[in-house]
Structure formats: C-alpha cells, structure tokens
C-alpha cells in the first residue's frame, strides 16, 4: 500500500515503473481505499502482464472424500460449516475468491486465517 501510495504521487516521468500481483494493486486498494491519497482505478495503467499464478484445489484424501471438483462441492453442500478451507494470508487473491464461489456455489465453509493452521496441525496430532 504504501509503495503504490508513493509509485502513484511519483513524478510522470516515465522513468518509475512498478511490478505487483493482484493483491498489492487490485485487492488491497480497493479494500482499504481509505489508507490511500490517491484513487488508483484513475491514477495507475497496467502496462502488461508480466506472470501467471496458477491456484491449486487440495484436498485431504482422508478427511474429505470425492475425486473430483463436482464431488467435493456435493460433499461442501451436504457438510454446512464443517468443510474447511485456508490460504496464503487473509485478504489474498484466494480468500477474496472462496467467498463470491461460496455463494455461486452454495456453500458454507470455514476459512482458517494461516496463523491458526500450525494450533490446527497439532490438534489432529
């Protein structure tokens, strides 16, 4: 935040240029448009995409039967609130997709923030 904040009050020189991901330039402005001096939909161009981060679908084989996409969304719909799921950090790219895909779908599943995983890895111990 505080980078696009700078990046975007920097002088238009063409001489700064920024490299971010969805959540420093997409996700976190928009959620904490307060924190910021400047509106970044009107202030930044995208230039180009430079990368591509593909998002894995993991599931404990143990604990959550099914083996494909169909069947894990069919045991989440008939299991309300104990289906859970985790990720990089809250606020990241798929904690904000979990919750619009949660409704498309249906469905009512807890997100374990990652501070609380490792508390979750010795419980199962």
Do not use: W
């Amino acid at each position: 935040m505080i980078a696009l904040d700078a990046f975007a009050r920097s002088a238009p020189d063409g001489y700064t240029v920024m490299v971010g991901n969805t959540n420093s330039n997409f996700l976190a402005p928009n959620a904490y448009k307060s924190k910021l001096t400047i509106d970044p939909a009107k202030t930044i161009l995208i230039v180009t995409r430079i990368g591509f981060n593909p998002y894995l679908f993991l599931r404990d084989q143990d604990r959550v039967p099914g083996e494909d996409v169909q069947e894990f969304l069919a045991y989440a719909k008939a299991n309300p609130g104990k289906t859970r799921y985790t990720s990089a950090a809250l606020g990241a790219t798929p904690t904000m997709i979990s919750s619009p895909c949660s409704s498309v779908f249906g469905l009512n599943m807890m997100h374990i923030p990652p501070e609380k995983r490792a508390a979750l890895r010795c419980l199962r111990r």
